[in-house]
């Protein structure tokens, strides 16, 4: 027996994983809206792998939005290339962006129902704009709408739904054409925690069971700590740093992404000379619990998290250094 | 007079009103419906934004709806002739009164489309919809209550117009009213008038009301 390593230029191209060809690409990409003095985005060069779920993350004016029109067609790049699924978006002709904008399925953050139409109307739309009979496109709104819960709120208008059930509408509406990208645009924003967290589970699960690639762009980093395998951090218009989400946030190389890490700091009174660290614990075992007493650190706020126990804690100064000693997952100073 | 001499009067006048109105309505709401959709495509940020043809289409509703219909009515004179062949009478009423409904309509379509939110207009764009499929599968039907209510305006200032139909031969309830209770005296065909009047403005602004009402579902 011996191994056989082939490298991806040895195979034919129909052999290649499909994982070779990123949903995503962006190519220093550069967008400046007429009327602005600073790009959006400059030179952005960026990678979402397919079958990822990718966080794309940063403050506002990070370029965010811009990313957001530019993969869902609203707008080209002025320099530089975006390839979604291998192909040029820049150069695709009006029909083919029509195409390519019905294989990306849209989450908003105000959810963008209409108001006129039930829940099933809603989920049809993609549908109809496509042309499909009335029964198909009915018969798979029904499917969906059963998909994320609401099987029994086809007939509701969008008033008569919570904000979490507004929002499950739109999700099946954004799978209606069976998209292979799925780009959920601060979709949890206008939502409460409990909620949220409904929704980004729900993202979660569908995003495995159809193999989609779902990007989730947000400013929150609980976000992307609680749904994402990747993460980019975006500022100023550029990518900051990439990578795994569990790695990045384990060990933050960027002022921005300790920065965004920072920002759901609790409010805490410290004793004098204590100060607040926040931690990825793997777990709350008693070992780590010891080790924690060990150090006189006391925990602040704990939440858990598919990747880890989202953990502030409080403990002496001098102390602090030997957080990492401890092999906890340090999230940042 | 009495009532039995008042009645068939009345009965002839409230007719001739719906003649003049009703086409003229129906006209109009077509004709503003397709102008004040073009309002709101090429406003600037609009789906067609161009603001050459936006600031003419503008200043055409402005000065249409700057006009007092009186005049209006005197000024169209040919053009009524040239198209129903007669200047006088509740067919050639039609003409202006549609001319004069059009711009208004314009303006409150434009207000109703308008207030469609963005967001909504962006998913569709968003999910690959043509200029037509965004107007008439979002635009049209997301402000269909106000688009009702827009419709039931107009028919009540239509109404109104239309007394003055009176001035070309038009027939009508104002014309009854002028005719009859002003240059005659007639004190109770004068306030018959006005009852049938003011009982058919508020049967249309009722059944408008709850016509956009029942098409709401916000």
Same mark, same amino acid.
């Given at each position: 027996?011996?191994?056989?390593?082939?490298?991806?230029?040895?195979?034919?191209?129909?052999?290649?994983?499909?994982?070779?060809?990123?949903?995503?690409?962006?190519?220093?990409?550069?967008?400046?809206?007429?009327?602005?003095?600073? =790009?959006?985005?400059?030179?952005?060069?960026? /990678?979402?792998?397919?079958?990822s779920r990718t966080g !794309?993350i940063?403050?506002?004016?990070?370029?965010?939005?811009?990313?957001?029109?530019?993969?869902?067609?609203?707008?080209?790049? +002025?320099?530089?290339?975006?390839?979604?699924?291998?192909? +040029?978006?820049?150069?695709?002709?009006?029909?083919?962006?029509?195409?390519? *904008?019905?294989?990306?399925?849209?989450?908003?953050?105000?959810?963008?129902?209409?108001?006129?139409?039930?829940?099933?109307?809603?989920?049809?739309?993609?549908?109809?704009?496509?042309?499909?009979?009335?029964?198909?496109?009915?018969?798979?709104?029904?499917?969906?709408?059963? *998909?994320?819960?609401?099987?029994?709120?086809?007939?509701?208008?969008?008033?008569?739904?919570?904000?979490?059930?507004?929002?499950?509408?739109? /999700?099946?509406?954004?799978?209606?054409?069976?998209? +292979? $990208?799925?780009?959920?645009? @601060?979709?949890?924003?206008?939502?409460?925690?409990?909620?949220?967290a409904?929704?980004l589970e729900?993202l979660t699960q569908?995003q495995r069971?159809?193999?989609?690639?779902l990007?989730i762009?947000t400013?929150q980093m609980e976000v992307v700590r609680a749904a994402t395998t990747h993460v980019?951090? $975006?500022?100023?218009?550029?990518?900051?740093?990439?990578g795994e989400t569990r790695a990045l946030l384990g060990h933050p190389?960027?002022?921005?992404t300790?920065?965004l890490l920072?920002?759901h700091?609790?409010?805490?009174?410290?004793? =004098?000379?204590?100060? $607040?660290?926040h931690v990825n614990l793997k777990d709350l075992s008693?070992?780590t619990?010891?080790?924690?007493?060990?150090?006189?650190?006391?925990?602040?706020l704990a939440e858990a998290h598919p990747q880890g126990v989202d953990t502030w804690?409080?403990?002496? @100064?001098?102390?602090?250094?030997?957080?990492?000693?401890?092999n906890l997952q340090a999230v940042g100073? | 007079?009495?009532?039995?001499? !008042?009645?068939?009067?009345?009965?002839?006048?409230?007719?001739?009103?719906?003649?003049?109105?009703?086409?003229?309505?129906?006209?109009?709401?077509?004709?503003?419906?397709?102008?004040?959709?073009?309002?709101?495509?090429?406003?600037?940020?609009?789906?067609?934004?161009?603001?050459?043809?936006?600031?003419?289409?503008?200043?055409?509703?402005?000065?249409?709806?700057?006009?007092?219909?009186?005049?209006?009515?005197?000024?169209?004179?040919?053009?009524?002739?040239? !198209?129903?062949?007669?200047?006088?009478?509740?067919?050639?009423?039609?003409?202006?009164?549609?001319?004069?409904?059009?711009?208004?309509?314009?303006?409150?379509?434009?207000?109703?489309?308008?207030?469609?939110?963005?967001?909504? /207009?962006?998913?569709?764009?968003?999910?690959?919809?043509?200029?037509? *499929? !965004?107007?008439?599968?979002?635009?049209?039907?997301?402000?269909?209550?106000?688009?009702?209510?827009?419709?039931?305006?107009?028919?009540?200032?239509?109404?109104?117009?239309?007394?003055?139909?009176?001035?070309?031969?038009?027939?009508?309830?104002?014309?009854?009213?002028?005719?009859?209770?002003?240059?005659?005296?007639?004190?109770?065909?004068?306030?018959?008038?006005?009852?049938?009047?003011?009982?058919?403005?508020?049967?249309?602004?009722?059944?408008?009301?709850?016509?956009?009402?029942?098409?709401?579902?916000?």
């Amino acid at each position: 027996m011996s191994d056989i390593a082939l490298s991806p230029s040895t195979l034919p191209p129909s052999a290649l994983p499909t994982s070779a060809v990123p949903a995503l690409q962006f190519i220093d990409v550069r967008k400046t809206y007429p009327g602005q003095a600073q =790009p959006a985005l400059r030179d952005l060069t960026l /990678i979402v792998p397919r079958g990822s779920r990718t966080g !794309i993350i940063g403050r506002s004016g990070a370029g965010k939005s811009t990313l957001v029109r530019l993969i869902s067609g609203l707008e080209t790049p +002025d320099a530089g290339q975006l390839l979604i699924a291998g192909q +040029d978006a820049g150069q695709l002709s009006s029909k083919a962006r029509r195409e390519r *904008q019905s294989h990306t399925g849209l989450v908003f953050q105000h959810f963008n129902l209409l108001a006129q139409r039930t829940a099933l109307g809603n989920v049809t739309l993609p549908l109809e704009l496509l042309g499909v009979p009335r029964e198909r496109r009915e018969a798979r709104a029904r499917e969906l709408l059963a *998909q994320v819960g609401l099987g029994d709120f086809a007939g509701r208008y969008p008033a008569q739904l919570s904000g979490g059930q507004k929002q499950r509408v739109g /999700i099946a509406r954004a799978l209606a054409t069976d998209p +292979d $990208l799925l780009l959920a645009d @601060e979709a949890t924003s206008a939502l409460d925690p409990e909620t949220s967290a409904g929704i980004l589970e729900l993202l979660t699960q569908l995003q495995r069971e159809r193999d989609l690639t779902l990007v989730i762009v947000t400013h929150q980093m609980e976000v992307v700590r609680a749904a994402t395998t990747h993460v980019a951090v $975006l500022d100023a218009g550029q990518l900051v740093e990439s990578g795994e989400t569990r790695a990045l946030l384990g060990h933050p190389g960027h002022e921005v992404t300790r920065a965004l890490l920072d920002a759901h700091r609790p409010e805490v009174q410290l004793a =004098p000379g204590e100060v $607040l660290r926040h931690v990825n614990l793997k777990d709350l075992s008693s070992q780590t619990l010891a080790a924690l007493a060990g150090l006189g650190a006391r925990i602040v706020l704990a939440e858990a998290h598919p990747q880890g126990v989202d953990t502030w804690l409080a403990l002496p @100064e001098a102390q602090a250094g030997l957080l990492a000693a401890l092999n906890l997952q340090a999230v940042g100073a | 007079m009495s009532w039995a001499e !008042i009645w068939p009067l009345l009965w002839q006048a409230t007719l001739e009103t719906f003649q003049m109105v009703l086409p003229a309505a129906l006209m109009a709401e077509v004709l503003g419906l397709a102008l004040g959709v073009l309002l709101t495509l090429t406003r600037p940020g609009g789906l067609l934004a161009n603001r050459p043809v936006n600031r003419v289409l503008d200043a055409i509703v402005n000065i249409g709806r700057s006009l007092p219909f009186i005049i209006l009515l005197v000024l169209l004179i040919p053009f009524t002739r040239l !198209i129903t062949g007669t200047s006088i009478g509740s067919t050639a009423a039609t003409v202006p009164l549609t001319i004069a409904a059009i711009p208004f309509v314009a303006r409150l379509v434009d207000g109703a489309l308008y207030s469609v939110p963005g967001g909504v /207009i962006e998913a569709a764009r968003a999910m690959g919809a043509s200029t037509g *499929q !965004i107007v008439s599968k979002v635009l049209l039907p997301e402000a269909r209550p106000a688009l009702i209510q827009s419709f039931t305006v107009m028919l009540v200032n239509l109404i109104g117009y239309s007394a003055m139909a009176g001035a070309i031969g038009g027939g009508g309830l104002g014309d009854l009213a002028i005719r009859y209770g002003h240059q005659r005296f007639e004190t109770d065909v004068m306030i018959a008038t006005v009852l049938v009047l003011l009982l058919l403005v508020q049967g249309v602004q009722w059944l408008g009301d709850w016509a956009a009402s029942r098409a709401d579902h916000r």
